[in-house]
């Protein structure tokens, strides 16, 4: 049973342009939401958050939109570049989880120059 | 380096044999968790640990899996018997507290496990 799904296994953008990654979850409870990158041999790194009480948080060229009604999230990556490219995980976790993350199965994103 | 220290980066294993895999927190964090991440799939939730306390382990395997965060070293993850099926990257990650004001945990480099 996938609470968090990330339903675009890849995505491919021209440099410059937008990147919209998507991710949808069934938990009702979920109340904080994640994006994490990861690059080949590494370990996720966290990008941005946003909180159930907020529908967007910005961070420079990342935004996160949150649409609780639909249980739907997107990560926003203006202008993209070469070096975004790697996999994104979406992540949930609720107030009473102590920090456990349920994670999307990952869009790797490809950014060509 | 003060990040989440994981090793070894790599490790191989017979079938039958054991397997540890050990975690260092970041400076200042009490919180531990592990992760495993099947071949083309996201990571899964194994366990969570502060010191000398099991938190949360609904994710781990009831055989064969055990964690402990004791209280002076780093954490450990063992994995009695080894199967090809345990082959996976594991991830640690560890942060400051629990709640929701603290869930940017920070993830180490993993360990990457081959079972032979």
């Known amino acids: 049973d996938q609470q968090v799904k990330q339903n675009s296994p890849s995505l491919s953008v021209q440099e410059g342009r937008i990147s919209i990654l998507n991710c949808d979850y069934t938990?009702?409870?979920?109340?904080?939401f994640l994006w994490y990158k990861k690059y080949p041999a590494e370990g996720p790194t966290f990008l941005i958050s946003?909180?159930?009480?907020?529908d967007k948080n910005e961070d420079g060229r990342f935004t996160v939109f949150l649409n609780k009604s639909a249980k739907h999230l997107s990560l926003h990556i203006v202008p993209s570049q070469p070096g975004d490219s790697a996999v994104y995980f979406c992540?949930?976790?609720?107030?009473?989880?102590?920090?456990?993350?349920?994670f999307g199965g990952g869009t790797r994103l490809m950014v060509k120059p | 380096n003060a990040g989440v220290m994981q090793n070894p980066r790599h490790l191989v294993r017979r079938r039958g044999q054991e397997a540890r895999l050990r975690c260092s927190p970041m400076k200042g964090h009490s919180h531990v968790y592990w992760y495993r991440q099947l071949p083309e799939e996201g990571l899964k939730f194994m366990v969570y640990l502060q010191k000398e306390n099991i938190i949360d382990e609904s994710g781990m395997p009831k055989e064969r899996f055990s964690a402990e965060f004791p209280k002076e070293g780093p954490s450990i993850l063992r994995i009695q018997q080894v199967v090809r099926g345990d082959s996976a990257a594991y991830f640690c990650a560890s942060s400051r507290g629990g709640g929701l004001m603290n869930t940017e945990a920070f993830f180490g480099q993993g360990t990457r496990l081959t079972v032979v």
């Open positions: 938990n009702s409870m979920f109340d904080y």
């Open positions: 992540a949930a976790t609720s107030n009473n989880a102590g920090n456990m993350l349920t």
């Open positions: 946003i909180s159930s009480i907020k």
